[in-house]
Nanobody, 122 residues
Framework: HVQLVESGGGSVQAGGSLRLSCVGSGDTIGRYCIGWFRQIPDKEREGVACTEHNDQTAYTNSVSGRFIIHRDKIKNTLTLIMNNLKIEDTAMYYC?????????????????WGQGTQVTVS
């Protein structure tokens, strides 16, 4: 069982940047794609980005070209660099394991996410 702890959220003006971090412990990533989803109240969660064990990455269209995901395998840390932030990026961001991603649809493994970190863009 992987335990994930997020950090790095905050408030920023539109056009600014933020960096989110996720530290994992426990089981290895295995067949999953590890990354981030976001959610705002009363809305469905939205897969944002993830990276596979072979370092291939996937991004949802709305963040492609603005966000960069990177995994440090030695430190077991996941980073999401968010550039040119937009108001619509405002959400709670969760680090999670995905069972499917990208064109296959974003579906998280049950119970595989952390407590979340808030990102607010104004």
């Amino acid at each position: 069982h992987v335990q994930l702890v997020e950090s790095g959220g905050g408030s920023v003006q539109a056009g600014g940047s933020l960096r989110l971090s996720c530290v994992g412990s426990g089981d290895t990533i295995g067949r999953y794609c590890i990354g981030w989803f976001r959610q705002i109240p009363d809305k469905e969660r939205e897969g944002v980005a993830c990276t596979e064990h072979n370092d291939q990455t996937a991004y949802t269209n709305s963040v492609s070209g603005r966000f960069i995901i990177h995994r440090d395998k030695i430190k077991n840390t996941l980073t999401l660099i968010m550039n040119n932030l937009k108001i619509e990026d405002t959400a709670m961001y969760y680090c999670a394991k995905f069972e499917s991603w990208g064109s296959m649809g974003w579906h998280t493994a049950p119970g595989s996410w952390g407590q979340g970190t808030q990102v607010t863009v104004s």
